[in-house]
């Protein structure tokens, strides 16, 4: 008897906890999921013989954060695509004649490392003589872009 009340019991339970609604957000209210995903893009100001760069990071709302990564000597150009030897998506050069400093921007999972190395026209560069010069939080699992 005992045995029986508690298999009744057991299945008023499952009953009852398996008709929820299901409450907030999600693909079951008709709202789009939102996605996450970072956009970088390079800034350059030249100021006479140097010129300060910077990676600026635009989320899926549009708000962007800048971060600086210093001076350097002659002309700075954007790379189309980083170095593949690095993982690098983008790049900007900076140099002097043929001689001067890559930074590569490196996603991996929650953040874009900015790895600097040195640069040699016509060489490629050894990202072991790299230093990592700055690590940028994105979301984990965001679409990363360039521009």
């Known amino acids: 008897m005992v045995l029986r ?40 100001k030249a100021s006479g013989a140097s010129s300060e760069v910077f990676l600026a990071v635009t989320d899926e709302n549009g708000r962007a954060t800048s971060h600086p990564l210093g001076r350097y000597d002659g002309e700075c150009a954007v790379i189309s695509q980083g170095r593949s030897t690095t993982g690098a998506i983008t790049a900007v050069v900076c140099k002097r004649g043929d001689v001067g400093v890559e930074l590569d921007a490196i996603p991996r999972p929650g953040v874009i490392i900015v790895l600097k190395m040195p640069h ?21 699992g965001a679409k990363i872009e360039t521009n």
């Open 5 to 44: 009340r508690l298999s009744w019991l057991s299945i008023a339970v499952a009953c009852a906890c398996g008709g929820s609604a299901k409450s907030g957000p999600g693909p079951d209210d008709g709202s789009a999921p939102v996605v996450k995903k970072a956009s970088l893009s390079w800034g350059i």
């Open 120 to 140: 040699v026209t016509g060489a490629d560069p050894d990202p072991l003589a790299g230093e990592e010069l700055a690590h940028i939080n994105v979301p984990i």
